[in-house]
């Protein structure tokens, strides 16, 4: 058969979806892998982008598979959040309940009722807070090393995300596909990671190599009680570093900051430092001490009669003019 189209429909779904009964509340939960950053739209998106932009031959049909596989899934959890409102979705186009019987149903619980009136109870593009989907979800670098990366930790976390679904409903039908989508996820991770492993070099990412002395370095700056040692901070692969004052700065500098300005920079800096410097000598009064009140703690010459003792004083001449 002669393909004659980019993209194609075909009527049927990647997997059947049995919904037992209409429930919006769930409808509103599940909306989390419709549009939500772990959801199949950012998934789509995110292979997309990639596939167009990959120059391997290999990356690129894995890519362009995977990210048209999970359009189908978007279909597919799209037409459980549609099964699950169909319900309300008619009793409210149709006004067929009575008012309060209406209000009732559509403060089901969770996003349901912005589900119903204002996206009319078909899936819309949000997560399970009504929060719009936007293309920030989508962390592509255009590196093959990075970016293999970043799906491989995608697809754990859509898995992550399906197994949550799953363990609110009880739903047979629901569970199902649920499931089939969740086991996409795991099967796209390990795609992924022999995509990231078909690059014999593929640590560290990119071209430039770390440099030696300091790919070997462990430093232990966070110190005193619960300091453990690993195979990821000690062993033959690590040269941990526990004395910071003796090894820090890294390098063999002063550890401070310098540039060299031209003529013209040096004498803008020097008047901007000498127009803004700070007296240490001096203790001024300030408007916390003049606003000063219960609780303020210590404030200005407090015993030199600072401005509260100064209030003070007069609020306790006044109690005792009275
Ligand atoms: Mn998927
Ligand atoms: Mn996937």
Redesign the pocket.
């Known amino acids: 058969m002669e393909i004659t189209a980019m993209f194609m429909h075909n009527k049927r779904l990647q997997y059947t979806v049995r919904v037992a009964e209409p429930n919006p509340a769930l409808g509103s939960l599940i909306l989390e892998q419709f549009g939500g950053p772990d959801g199949?739209l950012a998934?789509a998106m995110r292979?997309f982008t990639q596939g167009l932009g990959e120059l391997d031959p290999g990356r690129k049909d894995m890519l362009l598979d995977?990210a048209t596989?999970?359009l189908s899934?978007l279909e597919v959890i799209g037409s459980v959040v549609a099964m699950l409102n169909k319900g309300a979705k008619a009793q409210l186009s149709e006004a067929a309940m009575e008012e309060a019987e209406l209000y009732l149903s559509l403060n089901a619980g969770g996003n349901s009722h912005t589900q119903s009136i204002l996206y009319g109870g078909g899936p819309a593009l949000t997560n399970s807070s009504g929060v719009p989907w936007t293309a920030a979800y989508i962390d592509s670098r255009g590196d093959p090393t990075c970016d293999l990366r970043s799906n491989i930790a995608?697809?754990s976390r859509?898995k992550i995300i399906y197994e949550r679904l799953i363990a609110i409903t009880d739903d047979p039908g629901i569970k199902d596909a649920l499931g089939f989508l969740m086991t996409?996820?795991i099967?796209?991770?390990k795609s992924f990671e022999k995509a990231l492993y078909a690059i014999a070099d593929n640590f560290p990412p990119g071209k430039l190599p770390g440099i030696e002395k300091y790919a070997n370095m462990y430093v232990n700056t966070s110190q005193g009680e619960g300091d453990m040692e690993g195979p990821w901070n000690s062993g033959e692969q690590w040269e941990r570093v526990d004395d910071l004052e003796q090894v820090l700065p890294a390098d063999d500098g002063d550890g401070t900051a310098t540039v060299e300005l031209g003529e013209d920079d040096r004498a803008v800096a020097t008047a901007l430092t000498a127009r803004t410097a700070s007296d240490p000598n001096g203790n001024p009064t300030t408007g916390v001490d003049l606003g000063a009140g219960p609780g303020a703690g210590r404030t200005t010459d407090e015993d030199m009669g600072g401005a509260a003792d100064i209030k003070e004083a007069s609020r306790m001449a006044d109690e005792m003019t009275v």
Do not use: T, W
């Open positions: 199949e998934a292979y995977i596989e999970e899934h995608a697809e859509a996409r996820e099967a796209h991770q």
